[in-house]
């Protein structure tokens, strides 16, 4: 498989980071980290996926979030709410752009020319509903918050992208409208693409009180997520008057400590006990191959250092954007360990 570009960001080099990447540096790329720039009609790019009935753009009121002790007696929940609901986050966006405020959701509902972008949220919400389940899907840009973005590579430009704390603000209403107190419970799906990985575990860590069927990581980076994202979740701590979450948000390099080893590891290498089954996916990490220099070199693992419900693939052709494509390996990888998983 031939790449179109570079697609590298800044990288901190230490022994639980890609090998290799300071090389990179020393050739002087510069290009950020994990999201490609569409170049229409040449070879490599995805091929669209027919389109799919994007999830209504506004953002749910936040609302309390109910214990998490479920009453005695539990009720189906209301009629016409979905099976399982996906929410995916995409990266950071390619240069030219300025990150992370330009950064745009690239795997989700978002159409470009009548067709999902990348396709990725479109394959995998059809592998549920190939389950016989009733889906909704939601996409995210790697930022905290509601913002404007004015990526190149994005189409719709300048656009108006949702971030975490609508992320949140939406499970919370799912958890308390379709989870709690239900016999038969909507299934969380989180999938999170490079930057967008550690959103997706630092959700997961902060909301241990709701179930995550699937926690689904392509190829996950952290280098550069804290010094793109600190400065905001900080501010955003301020305004707030205290920091909401109980952990520190602003936090995802070398914070978690992991049974049997005195290492700290990155919030996206560690999977959370409230979540079922993980799907890690690995891109080829060969400096041969242009692009292929950037990948997550560190496997996931469990708090009690298990590798338990967590399957991994470690591709051998492509590349960290292409692991993502909707029409790629990877996304047909994730199709068949769902169709082989089923739900909770």
């Known amino acids: 498989m031939t790449a179109r570009f570079f697609c590298i960001g800044p990288v901190r080099a230490h022994r639980v980071r890609a090998r290799g990447l300071s090389l990179a540096f020393a050739l002087g790329f510069s290009l950020s980290a994990c999201a490609q720039i569409a170049l229409p009609q040449l070879p490599g790019n995805p091929t669209p996926q027919p389109p799919i009935t994007p999830a209504p753009p506004t953002t749910p009121p936040v609302t309390p979030t109910p214990p998490v002790t479920p009453p005695a007696t539990l009720e189906p929940r209301p009629v016409g709410s979905p099976d399982v609901v996906v929410l995916a986050f995409s990266g950071r966006c390619s240069a030219p752009c300025s990150a992370p405020t330009d950064n745009w959701n690239y795997l989700g509902a978002k159409l470009v020319g009548g067709q999902p972008y990348w396709g990725t949220v479109a394959r995998i919400q059809s592998a549920f509903e190939s389950l016989g389940k009733s889906v909704q899907s939601y996409g995210y840009s790697s930022f905290l918050s509601t913002h404007t973005s004015n990526a190149l590579e994005n189409y719709l430009k300048p656009s108006s992208e949702e971030g975490f704390l609508q992320l949140e603000a939406k499970l919370k209403q799912v958890y308390t409208n379709w989870i709690w107190g239900r016999s038969n419970p909507t299934q969380v799906v989180l999938v999170g693409h490079s930057h967008g990985v ?147």
């Open 198 to 344: 550690n959103w997706t575990h630092q959700f997961a860590r902060a909301h241990p009180e709701i179930p995550i069927a699937y926690l689904i990581d392509f190829d996950g980076i952290s280098s550069a997520w804290e010094s793109d994202n600190k400065s905001f979740i900080e501010n955003y701590y301020a305004q707030q008057g205290k920091n909401p979450w109980p952990i520190a948000l602003e936090r995802a390099a070398q914070t978690i400590a992991v049974q049997g080893t005195s290492d700290l590891f990155d919030s996206k290498d560690v999977v959370p006990d409230n979540v079922k089954y993980n799907l890690e996916l690995r891109s080829l990490n060969n400096f041969l191959y242009a692009g292929c220099f950037l990948s997550d070199t560190i496997t996931n693992r469990r708090l009690n250092n298990t590798q338990s419900g967590i399957y991994r693939l470690d591709s051998s052709s492509e590349c960290h954007s292409q692991i993502a494509f909707g029409t790629g390996q990877g996304v047909a990888w994730v199709v068949a360990r769902i169709a082989e998983l089923g739900l909770p």
